[in-house]
């Protein structure tokens, strides 16, 4: 029953986190499971992208089991789905009003394009080459440690 009732409760929570666009607490265990599930469910994860997405989730809370820095990255074919498990993560952080930490990045530019994102090359500052000229690319995401300062 009390799983039925924080269940409940996660889902009333996440609806009006969609319906105002704001953040929510998500305090036990039981909640952030919940939260995880109904995001599962609102974008239809299958199996092994729910599992990706529950590592990141997980460790956005700090239930991490491999360290304080995650560095992940999601590979596939062409039509796996891969930008439908990005958009459920980029939702996640704006529910839990952790968007500015949340870096989305492509190795092409029509990749970067799909999923709202920058090339990896420009999210860091890395110099691109054109023909024998090179060219800085502006950086157009703010990184937490320009935040920081």
Known sequence: MLKLQMTALAEEKFNETIIRESSVFIISDAEIDSAIQLMVQ????????TRAFSIIANHSLGRSKVGSQLLMRIFGEGGTEKSRVIEAICDWFILINQKQR???TAITEAAAVKINGSTLHSAVGIPVKASDKERQINVTKVTDKQQLK
Request: no cysteine.
């Open 42 to 49: 609102k974008f239809t994860l299958n199996q092994e992208q």
């Open 102 to 104: 949340l870096i989305v």
